[in-house]
């Protein structure tokens, strides 16, 4: 069973910063990939950032120069460091771990937060 608790939602201001944190817990061999997704009202979910075992990211075109992602294999968590938020920002975000080692092997997928809302004024 593997649990993930997200944090640093909130309301901000346009142009202002927000960090976004997910730590997975449980029995946990490996993770291949972990990321942020996130669905604003009436909108499909999307891809915000996501970030590798050795550190290759690739963002969504939207948020690049704005966005970094990390992680810290010691501790299973994943941040997103959000700058220069927009209106357009705002949505649920979502962590998302995937091809998650759980046994000796045994492998799932992919592992849902229950998602932090971000909500940017303008």
């Known amino acids: 069973q593997v649990q993930l608790v997200e944090s640093g939602g909130g309301l901000v201001q346009a142009g202002g910063s927000l960090r976004l944190s997910c730590a997975a817990s449980?029995?946990?061999?490996?993770?291949?990939?972990m990321g942020w997704y996130r669905q604003a009202p009436g909108k499909q979910r999307e891809l915000v950032a996501r970030?590798?075992?050795?550190?290759?990211?690739n963002y969504t075109d939207s948020v690049k120069g704005r966005f970094t992602i990390s992680r810290d294999n010691a501790k299973n968590t994943v941040y997103l460091q959000m700058n220069s938020l927009k209106p357009e920002d705002t949505a649920v975000y979502y962590c998302?771990?995937?091809?998650?080692?759980?046994?000796?092997?045994?492998?799932?997928?992919?592992?849902w937060g229950k998602g932090t809302l971000v909500t940017v004024s303008s």
């Open positions: 449980g029995s946990i061999f490996s993770i291949n990939a």
């Open positions: 998302n771990l995937a091809g998650v080692r759980v046994g000796p092997f045994e492998y799932v997928m992919d592992y």
């Open positions: 970030i590798t075992t050795i550190g290759s990211t």
